[in-house]
């Protein structure tokens, strides 16, 4: 209450070269675009750094963001900001549960986390994007066939049983990928706006193959969903526990 939640992410590659005993290996950046079927891309555009700020009043959220960038001048620059709000609680901007297949709380830790033992334990890759929805072609489609899209139920977010081979439930489907914890958000204004994919996973690959899935390049088309959202942004950060920041 009255605080800040704060994630410190950091390119792979500079984090390799600041703290080499504590990168998990083969990880890297978003250092290409990803060119799928119909022509569809989601674009590269990794940067250094990412600090993600999050509280319940958004003028602590301010005063912490202005103190963060007062703290690194001279050694960074802000390339991008985006301001996230919650939506429904638990639902992004085409009006659907997100995150319905996210790990508990409890079960979480063991699941996006480095294992003890490994170069970087106790951290996490994290994927992030920036989704801008085509809400005007969304908002025309019958529910059913919005559903259909998604792969689950938009009141209550059950998976469909007859879910099509391209729904976005079936084409990143956790159980073929493996498991990652999503806290997305949206952002925009009432003309402009979609939602912040915000991805963790103990490994890169899972992430990787879920967007190479959604992009096309493991057969059976795109994605149902990037008809009506595309990516704006693409970057990788592997953010370190906050004991390896304390301890430098």
Do not use: C
């Not at 009141?155 to 498991?179: C, N, Y």
């Amino acid at each position: 209450m009255g605080g800040v939640n704060l994630v410190a992410g950091f390119r792979p590659e500079l984090w390799r070269e600041a703290a080499p005993d504590a990168a998990p290996a083969g990880l890297e950046g978003f250092n290409a675009d990803i060119v799928g079927v119909e022509g569809f891309v989601m674009p590269a555009t990794q940067h250094d750094a990412v600090l993600w700020i999050s509280g319940a009043a958004y003028d602590v959220i301010f005063d912490v963001s202005r103190a963060a960038i007062a703290e690194l001048h001279g050694l960074a620059t802000v390339a991008d900001e985006t301001s996230s709000w919650p939506y429904r609680h638990d639902r992004d901007l085409t009006g659907f549960v997100d995150g319905t297949e996210n790990p508990t709380l409890i079960e979480a830790p063991e699941l996006v986390l480095v294992p003890e033992g490994s170069p970087g334990s106790g951290g996490t890759v994290l994927l992030l994007q920036k989704w801008e929805h085509d809400s005007a072609a969304w908002e025309s489609l019958p529910l059913e066939e919005q559903e259909a899209v998604m792969g689950r139920t938009k009141l209550d977010s059950v998976e469909l049983d007859d879910r099509p081979a391209d729904s976005h439930a079936a084409m990143t489907d956790q159980d073929r990928f493996g498991k990652i914890f999503r806290r997305n958000m949206p952002y925009g204004t009432v003309t402009g706006h979609g939602t912040m994919f915000v991805g963790f996973s103990a490994e890169q690959r899972p992430l990787v193959a879920m967007l190479e899935s959604m992009a096309g390049l493991a057969g059976g088309g795109r994605d149902a969903l990037t008809r009506y959202t595309r990516a704006l942004t693409g970057a990788y950060y592997f953010v370190p526990s906050a004991e390896r920041l304390r301890g430098g």
